[in-house]
């Protein structure tokens, strides 16, 4: 009976001891996987200042596009159009009596549109739409 008792016992110690040696191997990390933490959490670090730094960029990007908007919209005068779109340059040729397609691009057929209008009018006849120009040819935006 001793034997088997002191035999019970040894067979728990070594389970006691093989489980504190694993709860101890647990409990130490690895300097490799400590480099590792460290250089993750680095990098989350530079990560949430890059987010910062887009998002500031991202701000002053969507604020000087609405101040050259605004700038635009403004115009010379009530009403005006300071910077007109292809769609309105065409339908006011179209209006003018100029033979263009209103498809919302400026192609071969009405830049020549243009130049015949700015050479009608006296203008330089470069083919662009400047405020010269968008001055006469505003007239016919919403003329039939």
């Given amino acids: 009976m001793k034997l088997a008792h002191v035999g019970r016992l040894l067979v728990i110690g070594c389970v006691g001891a093989t489980l ?3 709860a101890t191997m647990r409990a130490k990390e690895n300097p490799e996987t400590m480099v590792l933490k460290t250089q993750v959490s680095d990098m989350q ?3 949430q200042q890059k987010d910062a730094e887009i998002d500031s960029l991202r701000k002053a990007l ?4 609405e101040d050259k ?5 403004q115009g010379p005068g009530e009403g005006s159009v300071a910077v007109p779109s292809a769609t309105q ?13 209103v498809d919302g691009k400026i192609g071969n057929k009405t830049r020549g549109a243009i130049k015949d209008f700015q ?3 006296g203008l330089l006849a470069d083919g662009k739409v400047g405020k010269k120009t968008w001055a006469q040819l505003e007239p016919y935006l919403n003329k039939q």
């Avoid at 908007?69 to 919209?73: E, G, I, R």
């Fill in 20 to 22: 504190a040696g694993c």
């Fill in 45 to 47: 670090g530079q990560l």
């Fill in 62 to 65: 969507a604020q000087t596009t």
């Fill in 69 to 73: 908007y605004n700038t635009a919209k």
């Fill in 119 to 121: 050479k009608a009018g």
């Fill in 89 to 101: 340059i065409q339908t006011a040729l179209k209006n003018a009596g100029y033979d263009v397609e």
